[in-house]
């Protein structure tokens, strides 16, 4: 693991400011920069799965309530919150493993729709499931975790708790995307029967990596339900999962800072754009189209592509010694 | 046991058939290679070479016969398991992992080969395959591009990579499905010395399929002739060369 | 028996409406790759555009017109030279999510340019109803199968019979071959993005006087024209009628027979069904795995 001096410095500035920005920053707006937080770590989830092994997922925000939903049932029952977190993330790897099996049997954009089939199946199970879910009214007062008789209750406190969180799931995901492991999801979506005869397992990587992608999907559902307070089905909704996917695609699939880009141009974009007041959707909705149409790799597509040109040319003069073999 | 093979026989290819509809495809090859042989296989279009090789490789089902790489059966057996065993191939069409590097194409074509799949996950990047694929990369002289994404490369580094890759991992058999094809006539004896290099390094056995006669008369041990299904001869090079049947066939009688 | 024969007669009209829509969304992806997950909003349009003609006093008729031609000059013509054309080459997921930018886009733009209001809309057919053998049928819900079922049927008889609709077939099976053999592509995919545009005015026509002309409609007739693409068959033009048909009729059972709350869930039941076992969709033929 060796990173560069700048990438250090990138990031020692940009932990340095998660820490000092909330203090500059009245309640709504710190509510809207631990939301994304919360959204960077389900981006990095869905970018492991779209972006890194290449596959068509379109439940992200049903994963996404699958973890919030589970917390918050759980500790309406009495359970801890450091015991529902886990439970929800664990659930979540589960049915990511699930849903990863029609993967292996349909291929190509059938997927994506298989999803998204999913996605839908979930929120009439939210609506309609009372019982468990409170249907349409949601589920109320979900009370912020504390530990060893430090509450995060404040808003400040819990921005840190999820500070913490996201750069412990951003390390962890950054480690796994360095081992082999990354590696072979490149290696599968890049070309899957190429894959395969030089021993990639496809079945284990493809299971894998829905399953991981969701469980990062529920960590940020078992932190948005006590962020929010109050859970209800509309934000695990197919509109939230294609959001999702917009997010990681326009930041930059398979970047590791995409997400993390990606969703800041969803969330916080729009909040900056409301001056234009009623328009500012359609505003955000038309950039989203001259972007990917002016670059389809992403935002971060940019700097790649003004090296890779450049790196070309470079080696091209020296192509007559390399075709010389 | 397959009747025809030699007990140290790396690959042994017994009496395989394989039709569609009324057309015969492969009618009844049967063949053997042996450790550290370059096996050529030879034939006009049409005659049969490529669904032999894809008979091989588990890729179809033959109608009949059997194949035994080391000794074992391997009829059936998936890509994966194949190369598991040490039955590596290249592609005729180029098939690289187009936004990795060539490094990382080198070594993702061997390290899944070392450690355990969880073990792979908490593994160093290279799995310990990473001074190996520099290797490589010297020997195939790449070395100016190493860090670019294979798909960025030209057709005939493309496929110098697929080669390295299959290789990488140094597999006892290697499958190598015209080697040639799209390749600078220039740079073909460039690319057969290579692949001797590799022969006499690694060790392996080596079937190749290829049009180009010089190349494979310059390369390989022995060569399989096919037409229309069928062996027609097999022989050294110099034996092919001088066959009137062989010479018959390629001139379309 | 009699309230069954009614929910049938209405689900099969409402189900050719959504195959309209559903047949251009698979014409779209034969021709040129594009799954459009704008197509809900390509409805919405000609209704707005309908609405902007009948506030200025034109006639329904005229209304139509015009919005037919602002269809193909936008969402035929605009649509592809502006979005599809540039975006060749840049992957299935690139050009999904532009398409999910249009959608808000549109969206946005007419709740803010427009109003976020429903708007009730004029029905082409009398709202009246006759008896049939005891059932009670309306005269719009005959209109619109008529209209749907001869829309869809003629454009069957347009792509089988005539040589520019072969042209077009050839297109979406085999582009390279295609151009070897002298076919004007690009015209082809254009004719393709026209025809899309044209069936998604006239399905604007039929759909919104019961839907309402409302910004966000699109959502619910876009998701119905997919589920009923994927049902029928993405790569086969014909399983669009199959699937939109089978949407509509199972949406208006389910409503009346299954409890309201999963009324939708029976349609995505068959979807997920279809995907899983026979993902080609009931009509369409296997396609290869592609590298």
């Not at chain 3, 005891?134 to 001869?150: E, K, R």
């Amino acid at each position: 693991m060796s990173l560069s001096k700048s990438h250090i410095a990138f990031l020692a500035a940009g932990l340095i400011a998660l820490l000092v920005l909330p203090t500059m920053l009245k309640t709504y707006g710190l509510y809207l920069l631990t939301l994304w937080l919360v959204y960077i770590i389900a981006a990095l989830g869905l970018n492991l799965t779209v972006g890194y092994a290449g596959l068509k997922s379109l439940c992200h925000a049903g994963f996404m309530g699958i973890g919030a939903y589970t917390v918050a049932i759980l500790m309406k029952a009495g359970v801890s919150f450091w015991f529902a977190m886990p439970g929800a993330i664990v659930l979540c790897f589960l049915f990511g493993l699930l849903i990863g099996f029609p993967a292996l049997r349909v291929q190509l954009h059938y997927l994506g729709f298989a999803t998204l089939g999913f996605n839908l199946l979930l929120m009439l199970f939210f609506r309609n499931e009372e019982w468990l879910t409170g249907g349409t009214f949601g589920i109320q007062n979900i009370k912020r975790p504390e530990l060893f008789g430090l509450s995060f209750s404040g808003n400040l406190a819990f921005y840190y708790l999820v500070v913490f969180l996201m750069v412990v799931s951003a390390a962890a995901l950054a480690y796994l995307l360095r081992s082999p492991w990354g590696r072979a999801f490149a290696a599968l979506r890049d070309n899957p029967i190429r894959a395969e005869s030089t021993g990639v397992n496809i079945t284990a990587y493809t299971l894998m990596s829905f399953a991981i992608g969701a469980a990062y999907a529920g960590l940020a559902g078992a932190l948005f339900a006590p962020l929010v307070n109050f859970i209800e089905p509309a934000p695990f909704g197919l509109a939230n999962s294609l959001l999702f996917l917009l997010m990681v695609v326009v930041g930059g699939s398979g970047r590791f800072y995409g997400p993390v880009l990606g969703s800041a141009i969803a969330l916080l974009l729009p909040e900056y754009l409301r001056f234009a007041k009623d328009w500012y959707l359609a505003v955000f909705g038309f950039a989203v189209v001259v972007m990917m149409i002016w670059l389809p790799g992403g935002l971060l597509s940019i700097k790649e592509r003004l090296q890779l040109s450049k790196a070309k040319r470079a080696a091209q003069t020296s192509d007559s010694k390399a075709e010389a073999l | 046991m397959n009747a025809f093979a030699s007990k140290k026989s790396i690959l042994s290819v017994h009496d395989i058939k394989k039709s569609y509809g009324a057309i015969r495809a492969v009618d009844g090859v049967s063949f053997t290679v042996e450790p550290g042989e370059i096996l050529g296989v030879i034939g006009p279009n049409g005659s049969g070479k490529t669904t032999l090789f894809n008979s091989i490789l588990g890729q179809i089902k033959p109608d009949s016969g059997r194949v035994d790489f080391n000794g074992v059966d391997i009829s059936g057996k998936s890509p994966l398991e194949l190369s598991r065993l040490g039955v590596g191939r290249t592609f005729q069409n180029l098939q690289v992992f187009g936004k990795l590097s060539l490094r990382d194409n080198l070594i993702a074509a061997a390290q899944e080969f070392r450690g355990s799949f969880w073990g792979r996950m908490l593994a160093p990047s290279d799995n310990g395959v990473g001074q190996r694929a520099d290797e490589m990369i010297d020997l195939f002289r790449l070395g100016h591009v190493a860090d670019l994404p294979a798909g960025s490369l030209s057709y005939g580094q493309q496929k110098l990579v697929d080669i390295a890759m299959a290789f990488m991992p140094s597999p006892r058999l290697v499958l190598l499905d015209e080697p040639c094809a799209g390749v600078n006539p220039s740079l073909v004896d460039g690319l057969r010395d290579l692949l001797v290099q590799l022969n006499q390094r690694q060790g392996g056995s080596f079937v190749v399929i290829e049009h180009n006669m010089d190349f494979v008369m310059k390369l390989c041990h022995r060569i399989v002739c096919m037409v229309e299904g069928r062996v027609l001869a097999v022989g050294r090079p110099e034996e092919i060369q001088g066959n009137r049947a062989v010479l018959e066939a390629y001139l379309g009688n | 028996m009699t309230d069954f024969l009614q929910l049938l007669i209405s689900g099969i009209a409402t189900g050719s409406i959504y195959a309209m829509a559903a047949l251009g969304f698979t014409l779209l992806w034969q021709a040129s790759g594009t799954i459009n997950f704008a197509q809900g909003e390509f409805v919405m349009l000609p209704a707005f555009a309908m609405l902007i003609g009948l506030s200025v006093g034109l006639p329904l008729s005229f209304a139509f017109l015009v919005a037919v031609a602002v269809s193909v000059l936008v969402l035929g013509a605009g649509f592809k030279k502006l979005v599809v054309d540039p975006m060749r080459g840049s992957g299935v997921v690139a050009i999904v999510v532009a398409t999910l930018g249009l959608s808000i886009g549109l969206k946005s733009f007419v709740k803010a340019g427009y109003s976020a209001e429903p708007h009730p809309f004029p029905s082409v057919f009398s709202e009246e109803v006759f008896k049939l053998a005891g059932v009670t049928i309306s005269y719009s819900d005959v209109g619109a199968l008529i209209c749907a079922g001869l829309m869809v049927l003629g454009l069957q008889l347009f792509l089988n019979k005539t040589i520019t609709g072969r042209g077009m077939q050839a297109v979406a099976q085999n582009t390279f071959a295609a151009e070897a053999l002298g076919i004007n592509v690009k015209r082809m995919i254009f004719y393709t993005f026209a025809i899309n545009a044209i069936l998604v005015a006239v399905t604007a026509l039929l759909i919104t006087p019961t839907y309402l002309a409302k910004f966000d409609m699109g959502d619910n007739i876009g998701l119905k024209a997919f589920f009923a693409a994927i049902i029928g068959g993405f790569n086969n033009s014909r399983g669009a009628l199959l699937g939109g048909v089978l949407v509509g009729v199972l949406e208006n059972l389910a409503g009346a027979y299954i409890t309201p709350s999963y009324k939708d869930g029976v349609a995505l039941v068959l979807f997920l069904a279809v995907i899983l076992v026979k993902p080609d969709g009931l009509l369409g033929t296997p396609q290869e795995r592609k590298v």
